[in-house]
Protein backbone atom coordinates (compact mmCIF):
# COMPACT_ATOMS: atom_id res chain seq x y z
CA UNK A 1 0.00 0.00 0.00
CA UNK A 2 0.74 3.95 -0.47
CA UNK A 3 2.11 4.06 -3.54
CA UNK A 4 3.10 7.47 -4.99
CA UNK A 5 3.48 7.32 -9.27
CA UNK A 6 5.61 10.26 -10.98
CA UNK A 7 5.63 10.91 -14.30
CA UNK A 8 7.22 11.77 -16.27
CA UNK A 9 10.39 9.51 -15.04
CA UNK A 10 12.70 11.28 -17.33
CA UNK A 11 12.65 14.33 -19.77
CA UNK A 12 14.76 16.08 -21.17
CA UNK A 13 13.83 20.08 -23.16
CA UNK A 14 15.08 23.08 -24.49
CA UNK A 15 15.90 25.80 -22.63
CA UNK A 16 12.81 28.17 -22.41
CA UNK A 17 10.13 25.47 -22.19
CA UNK A 18 7.57 24.78 -19.56
CA UNK A 19 7.64 21.42 -17.82
CA UNK A 20 4.59 19.83 -16.33
CA UNK A 21 5.37 16.81 -13.44
CA UNK A 22 2.50 15.00 -12.37
CA UNK A 23 2.44 13.30 -8.60
CA UNK A 24 -0.25 10.82 -8.00
CA UNK A 25 -1.44 8.82 -4.82
CA UNK A 26 -2.64 5.54 -6.33
CA UNK A 27 -4.32 3.32 -3.56
CA UNK A 28 -4.82 6.58 -1.23
CA UNK A 29 -6.25 9.80 -0.74
CA UNK A 30 -3.02 12.50 0.32
CA UNK A 31 -4.65 15.24 2.28
CA UNK A 32 -0.89 16.81 1.59
CA UNK A 33 1.41 16.73 -0.94
CA UNK A 34 5.33 17.82 -0.83
CA UNK A 35 7.62 18.71 -3.90
CA UNK A 36 11.42 18.09 -3.55
CA UNK A 37 14.30 18.98 -5.48
CA UNK A 38 17.16 16.80 -5.04
CA UNK A 39 20.57 17.89 -6.49
CA UNK A 40 23.44 15.01 -7.37
CA UNK A 41 24.86 13.21 -4.07
CA UNK A 42 22.89 16.17 -1.98
CA UNK A 43 20.17 16.26 0.18
CA UNK A 44 16.22 16.75 -0.27
CA UNK A 45 15.42 20.17 -0.21
CA UNK A 46 11.95 21.01 0.14
CA UNK A 47 10.10 23.47 -2.19
CA UNK A 48 6.63 23.61 -1.18
CA UNK A 49 3.94 22.09 0.92
CA UNK A 50 0.22 21.57 -0.95
CA UNK A 51 -2.77 21.25 0.35
CA UNK A 52 -6.08 19.54 -1.77
CA UNK A 53 -8.07 23.09 -2.74
CA UNK A 54 -6.00 25.49 -1.22
CA UNK A 55 -2.34 27.12 -2.44
CA UNK A 56 0.99 25.88 -2.22
CA UNK A 57 3.29 26.83 0.57
CA UNK A 58 6.70 27.82 -0.58
CA UNK A 59 9.73 27.09 1.37
CA UNK A 60 11.48 30.40 1.30
CA UNK A 61 14.35 31.20 -2.23
CA UNK A 62 11.45 28.81 -4.10
CA UNK A 63 10.01 31.34 -6.77
CA UNK A 64 6.03 30.21 -6.98
CA UNK A 65 6.24 31.84 -10.05
CA UNK A 66 8.18 29.77 -11.67
CA UNK A 67 7.79 26.22 -10.06
CA UNK A 68 3.78 26.40 -10.08
CA UNK A 69 2.04 23.81 -7.97
CA UNK A 70 -1.46 22.30 -8.88
CA UNK A 71 -2.74 20.10 -5.96
CA UNK A 72 -6.45 19.78 -7.99
CA UNK A 73 -7.75 16.34 -5.98
CA UNK A 74 -6.94 14.02 -3.10
CA UNK A 75 -4.46 12.00 -5.32
CA UNK A 76 -3.19 14.24 -7.73
CA UNK A 77 -0.56 17.13 -7.49
CA UNK A 78 1.24 18.76 -10.41
CA UNK A 79 4.28 20.66 -10.55
CA UNK A 80 5.01 22.94 -13.88
CA UNK A 81 8.72 24.54 -13.84
CA UNK A 82 7.91 27.70 -16.47
CA UNK A 83 10.11 28.66 -19.05
CA UNK A 84 12.94 26.35 -17.38
CA UNK A 85 16.61 27.32 -17.86
CA UNK A 86 19.49 24.54 -17.46
CA UNK A 87 20.14 25.88 -13.75
CA UNK A 88 16.63 24.46 -13.38
CA UNK A 89 17.92 20.58 -14.21
CA UNK A 90 17.66 18.79 -11.15
CA UNK A 91 15.64 15.58 -9.93
CA UNK A 92 12.52 16.19 -8.57
CA UNK A 93 10.68 14.22 -6.04
CA UNK A 94 7.06 14.36 -4.44
CA UNK A 95 5.68 12.86 -1.75
CA UNK A 96 2.03 12.34 -0.65
CA UNK A 97 0.60 11.96 3.41
CA UNK A 98 -2.52 11.03 5.00
CA UNK A 99 -3.24 12.96 7.84
CA UNK A 100 -0.52 13.02 10.24
CA UNK A 101 1.54 10.07 8.99
CA UNK A 102 4.79 9.12 7.05
CA UNK A 103 5.54 11.05 3.91
CA UNK A 104 5.75 8.10 1.10
CA UNK A 105 7.94 9.24 -1.94
CA UNK A 106 7.51 8.88 -5.64
CA UNK A 107 10.53 7.55 -8.16
CA UNK A 108 11.42 11.06 -8.99
CA UNK A 109 11.44 13.10 -12.18
CA UNK A 110 15.32 13.88 -13.72
CA UNK A 111 14.50 16.67 -15.27
CA UNK A 112 17.26 18.18 -17.80
CA UNK A 113 17.37 21.49 -19.92
CA UNK A 114 19.18 21.76 -23.07
CA UNK B 1 14.39 26.03 12.26
CA UNK B 2 15.15 22.55 12.79
CA UNK B 3 18.45 21.41 11.84
CA UNK B 4 19.40 17.71 11.25
CA UNK B 5 23.19 17.10 10.68
CA UNK B 6 24.06 13.10 9.78
CA UNK B 7 27.10 11.17 10.08
CA UNK B 8 29.22 9.46 8.37
CA UNK B 9 28.79 10.88 4.91
CA UNK B 10 30.05 7.50 3.95
CA UNK B 11 29.76 4.10 5.33
CA UNK B 12 31.68 1.14 3.96
CA UNK B 13 31.33 -2.59 6.04
CA UNK B 14 31.63 -5.98 4.84
CA UNK B 15 28.78 -8.82 4.33
CA UNK B 16 27.41 -9.70 7.75
CA UNK B 17 28.68 -7.00 9.51
CA UNK B 18 26.39 -4.10 10.94
CA UNK B 19 26.50 -0.76 10.36
CA UNK B 20 25.60 2.54 12.14
CA UNK B 21 24.07 5.72 11.17
CA UNK B 22 24.02 8.44 13.64
CA UNK B 23 21.57 11.73 13.08
CA UNK B 24 21.42 14.83 15.27
CA UNK B 25 18.81 17.23 15.40
CA UNK B 26 18.02 20.80 17.05
CA UNK B 27 14.81 21.69 17.61
CA UNK B 28 13.78 19.86 20.87
CA UNK B 29 9.81 20.23 19.75
CA UNK B 30 10.50 17.68 16.64
CA UNK B 31 8.91 14.25 18.17
CA UNK B 32 9.02 12.27 14.61
CA UNK B 33 11.95 10.84 13.38
CA UNK B 34 11.93 8.55 10.06
CA UNK B 35 14.91 6.71 8.13
CA UNK B 36 14.71 6.32 4.49
CA UNK B 37 16.50 4.56 2.13
CA UNK B 38 17.13 5.80 -1.71
CA UNK B 39 18.52 3.73 -4.23
CA UNK B 40 20.20 5.45 -7.35
CA UNK B 41 17.52 6.66 -9.67
CA UNK B 42 15.04 6.18 -7.23
CA UNK B 43 12.67 7.47 -4.40
CA UNK B 44 13.22 7.75 -0.82
CA UNK B 45 11.65 4.81 0.73
CA UNK B 46 10.66 4.40 4.31
CA UNK B 47 12.53 1.59 5.88
CA UNK B 48 11.63 2.67 9.80
CA UNK B 49 10.20 5.43 11.51
CA UNK B 50 10.21 6.65 15.57
CA UNK B 51 8.30 8.89 17.44
CA UNK B 52 9.68 10.87 20.91
CA UNK B 53 7.52 8.90 22.85
CA UNK B 54 9.66 5.86 22.77
CA UNK B 55 12.88 4.66 22.83
CA UNK B 56 14.04 2.07 20.82
CA UNK B 57 12.10 0.19 17.68
CA UNK B 58 13.12 -2.75 16.01
CA UNK B 59 12.09 -4.26 12.56
CA UNK B 60 13.71 -8.00 11.94
CA UNK B 61 17.47 -6.39 10.72
CA UNK B 62 16.48 -2.74 10.80
CA UNK B 63 16.54 -1.05 14.77
CA UNK B 64 16.05 2.60 15.46
CA UNK B 65 16.98 4.07 18.65
CA UNK B 66 16.50 7.88 20.23
CA UNK B 67 17.83 9.97 23.17
CA UNK B 68 15.36 12.66 23.18
CA UNK B 69 17.70 14.37 26.22
CA UNK B 70 20.79 14.60 23.53
CA UNK B 71 18.96 15.16 20.52
CA UNK B 72 20.25 12.24 18.62
CA UNK B 73 18.57 9.04 16.84
CA UNK B 74 20.74 6.39 15.29
CA UNK B 75 19.89 3.63 12.62
CA UNK B 76 21.36 0.21 13.08
CA UNK B 77 21.48 -2.06 10.11
CA UNK B 78 22.62 -5.77 11.44
CA UNK B 79 23.82 -8.68 9.23
CA UNK B 80 23.95 -6.48 6.10
CA UNK B 81 23.64 -7.53 3.08
CA UNK B 82 24.74 -6.09 -0.53
CA UNK B 83 21.13 -5.11 -1.24
CA UNK B 84 21.33 -2.86 1.91
CA UNK B 85 23.58 -0.56 -0.37
CA UNK B 86 22.37 2.93 -1.16
CA UNK B 87 21.49 6.18 0.47
CA UNK B 88 19.83 6.53 3.63
CA UNK B 89 18.82 10.06 5.15
CA UNK B 90 17.39 10.17 8.79
CA UNK B 91 14.65 13.33 9.11
CA UNK B 92 13.02 14.91 11.60
CA UNK B 93 9.48 16.68 12.34
CA UNK B 94 7.16 18.48 14.05
CA UNK B 95 4.27 16.19 14.01
CA UNK B 96 0.73 18.74 13.88
CA UNK B 97 2.71 21.66 12.75
CA UNK B 98 2.88 20.94 9.09
CA UNK B 99 4.66 17.45 9.14
CA UNK B 100 7.47 19.26 7.09
CA UNK B 101 10.62 16.82 7.12
CA UNK B 102 13.90 18.16 7.99
CA UNK B 103 16.34 15.82 6.42
CA UNK B 104 19.79 14.99 7.16
CA UNK B 105 22.52 15.18 4.56
CA UNK B 106 22.41 11.29 3.61
CA UNK B 107 24.79 8.26 4.53
CA UNK B 108 26.12 6.34 1.16
CA UNK B 109 26.42 3.00 2.59
CA UNK B 110 28.34 0.11 1.15
CA UNK B 111 27.85 -3.45 1.66
CA UNK B 112 30.80 -5.49 0.24
CA UNK B 113 30.29 -9.12 -0.48
Known amino acids: GAVVSQHPSWVICKSGTSVKIECRSLDFQATTMFWYRQFPKQSLMLMAT?????????EQGVEKDKFLINHASLTLSTLTVTSAHPEDSSFYICSAQIGGGPQHFGDGTRLSIL | GENVEQHPSTLSVQEGDSAVIKCTYS??????FPWYKQELGKGPQLIID?????GEKKDQRIAVTLNKTAKHFSLHITETQPEDSAVYFCAASIRNAGNMLTFGGGTRLMVKP
Open chain 2, 27 to 32: DSASNY
Open chain 1, 50 to 58: SNEGSKATY
Open chain 2, 50 to 54: IRSNV
